[in-house]
């Protein structure tokens, strides 16, 4: 069963009239992880706030977005914020962006509940320190009293993936949630995902540039390149036996790079991780 339909999606600049995405058309499954790959400026991000409706202004799209029967399309954006959270959650690259700069973590944690819930203090900060200790967050009351710029950019993630696991949203949309990481934040973010898979059965859109990562995490692959899907398939298949030049590319730099790690490490390599 499909949980999100996206149907002949065109995003084009209305200043400019230029098209930057002609036209995409994917699913994604009830219960499954589909992997956005591509190189930088292809068109992912794109896709993922499209699907929101959360693109820049002068940026224009058409098409289908549908989630669960429900043509995002078509609804107000008084309607569409109520979606947004707690139905599709959107996790950016950089988690420093996502807060508030101005209020403490608790603050706009609090707002954010209140908002999709309605709870009070006390329950947001008692469902809040259940689930940041899940994600391995120390001291989470120290952490809702900080402001973003106290963080790490580790763990402004893991507070968007702890809050992601308190809204149980049915799509979580992850844009390359790990690049802004150093490899052992990348490592232990990855994993969390991959629980917040497993306990809640979320549907998930995950975008990376990490062959590594997607491998890890990903059922199906779709790749783009200049605003089009050029490939689409299985991980296995699209890792093993990419049709398109371009995924080949992909791929084979991906092993390239593999190869060189494994030199410089004496032996481990990425995909090893
Ligand atoms: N607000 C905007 N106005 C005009 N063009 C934009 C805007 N945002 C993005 N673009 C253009 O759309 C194209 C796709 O950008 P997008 O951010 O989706 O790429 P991406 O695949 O996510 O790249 P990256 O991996 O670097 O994040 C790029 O050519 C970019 O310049």
């Known amino acids: 069963m499909n949980r999100l339909e996206v149907s002949d999606l065109k995003v084009w600049d209305s200043?400019?009239?230029?098209?930057?995405?002609?036209?995409?058309?994917?699913?994604?499954?009830?219960?499954?992880?589909?992997?956005?790959?591509?190189?930088?400026?292809?068109?992912k991000s794109l896709t993922c706030r499209s699907i929101m409706r959360l693109n820049q202004p002068g940026l224009r799209q058409s098409g289908d977005i549908v989630l669960d029967g429900v043509n995002l399309t078509g609804l107000s954006e008084k309607e569409m914020r109520k979606h947004r959270g707690k139905r599709l959650c959107l996790i950016m690259q950089n988690g420093m962006r996502a807060f508030d700069p101005s209020c403490a973590i608790g603050v706009y944690l609090q707002e954010t509940l209140r908002r999709h819930f309605g709870w009070g203090r006390d329950e947001t900060t008692a469902r809040m320190k259940t689930a940041m200790e899940s994600v391995m967050l120390k001291?989470?009351?120290?952490?809702?009293?900080?402001?973003?710029?106290?963080?790490?950019?580790?763990?402004?993630?893991?507070?968007?993936?702890?809050?992601?696991?308190?809204?149980?949203p049915d799509v979580v949309i992850a844009d390359e949630p790990t690049t802004a990481l150093d490899t052992i934040s990348q490592f232990e973010v990855v994993?969390?995902?991959?629980?917040?898979?497993?306990?809640?059965?979320?549907?998930?859109?995950?975008?990376?540039?990490?062959?590594?990562?997607?491998?890890?995490?990903?059922?199906?692959?779709?790749?783009?390149?200049?605003?089009?899907?050029?490939?689409?398939?299985?991980?296995?298949?699209?890792?093993?036996d990419a049709r398109h030049a371009y995924t080949r590319s992909l791929v084979a730099s991906k092993l390239a790079l593999h190869q060189y790690f494994k030199k410089m490490t004496g032996g481990v390599g990425l995909a090893d991780r």
């Open 15 to 43: 200043r400019t009239g230029s098209v930057i995405i002609p036209g995409s058309s994917f699913q994604l499954k009830q219960g499954s992880c589909l992997a956005l790959v591509g190189e930088s400026g292809s068109g």
């Open 191 to 240: 994993e969390q995902f991959q629980r917040l898979r497993e306990t809640m059965g979320c549907s998930m859109i995950f975008v990376s540039h990490d062959l590594g990562v997607v491998k890890r995490i990903a059922d199906e692959v779709l790749v783009m390149k200049n605003g089009e899907i050029v490939e689409r398939g299985t991980t296995r298949d699209i890792l093993s």
């Open 139 to 168: 001291d989470p009351i120290g952490v809702m009293n900080r402001y973003p710029h106290q963080l790490s950019g580790g763990m402004l993630q893991r507070v968007m993936i702890a809050l992601a696991i308190v809204l149980e």
